[in-house]
């Protein structure tokens, strides 16, 4: 698909959620992005997929063009956000695709709503997180960013050359004294520390056919991943020779395993 995606805004519970569509024939494909991302990451891989799906991408709450400082950011409303989103939106039931933060939304949505997810694609599926310090480094390292930036030159030379940090420059909003992130700090350290509890009990109850993939040199450990695996045999499962993020390092990888998986 070459043209623009169709946008608009879904409202939820005192909180705005910005949607982008590409409407089409095929089976409905909701994304969701990772921590700090927003659902532009994806508009690539949401025009590769189409006309075959239909992709809904959205911005996650506290993300993007989404309410930026939403009262609630527990698991238990990113998931009703995704539920919303697949009624209100797709109309029924998705194929689902998480990454990170996105996939963690993505198995509780599958686990709370069978009827409502027919596939479920984790890109890098966190492990819960037994570092108690983990979202506040995080959310210390958001807050470290000298903004305004008076450029995206600037905010190269500051976050550096990876394809991650690539992203974020790209995202960045233009405003009358600089650019700044489409989130912030203190959000994204709630939000990560909202999803630190086990969820394996909400794994086992997962229904929908299931692909997980792993970066190889990703952070999350090998016993972990053949822990999932263990629990739910039937998943599918692809290691990619990346780190984390490979949805961005490897993004042809990343398409055909999507192409191959979601439409059948």
Do not use: N
């Amino acid at each position: 698909m070459a043209g623009p995606l169709c946008a608009t805004t879904l409202h939820r519970d005192g909180t705005d959620l910005h949607v982008l569509d590409t409407g089409g024939e095929g089976p409905p494909v909701l994304l969701l992005h990772g921590p700090a991302g927003s659902a532009r990451e994806f508009e690539p891989t949401a025009r590769a997929l189409a006309p075959d799906c239909r992709v809904i991408l959205v911005d996650q709450r506290g993300h993007g063009r989404s309410t930026r400082r939403p009262a609630d950011v527990s698991h238990a409303a990113f998931v009703a956000d995704a539920v919303a989103v697949a009624e209100r939106v797709a109309g029924g039931p998705v194929r689902l695709v998480g990454q990170s933060l996105g996939a963690h939304t993505a198995l509780l949505t599958a686990a709370a709503r069978p009827d409502l997810v027919e596939r479920l694609v984790l890109l890098e599926p966190p492990s819960a997180d037994d570092d108690p310090e983990r979202a506040a480094r995080t959310g210390a390292f958001f807050a470290s960013w000298p903004l305004p930036f008076p450029d995206r030159a600037a905010a190269r030379a500051f976050l550096g050359p990876d394809v991650l940090s690539e992203v974020w420059v790209a995202d960045l909003d233009e405003g009358p004294d600089g650019l700044r992130p489409r989130f912030d700090a203190d959000v994204m350290e709630a939000v990560i520390a909202a999803a630190r509890e086990p969820w394996w009990a909400e794994w086992e109850r997962v229904a929908a056919p299931t692909l997980a993939v792993f970066c190889d040199l990703g952070p999350v450990a090998e016993a972990w991943k053949d822990e999932m695996i263990a629990r739910r045999p039937a998943t599918v499962r692809a290691d990619l020779d990346a780190f984390y993020g490979a949805h961005l390092e490897d993004p042809a990888a990343r398409i055909s395993l999507l192409r191959g998986f979601l439409p059948g």
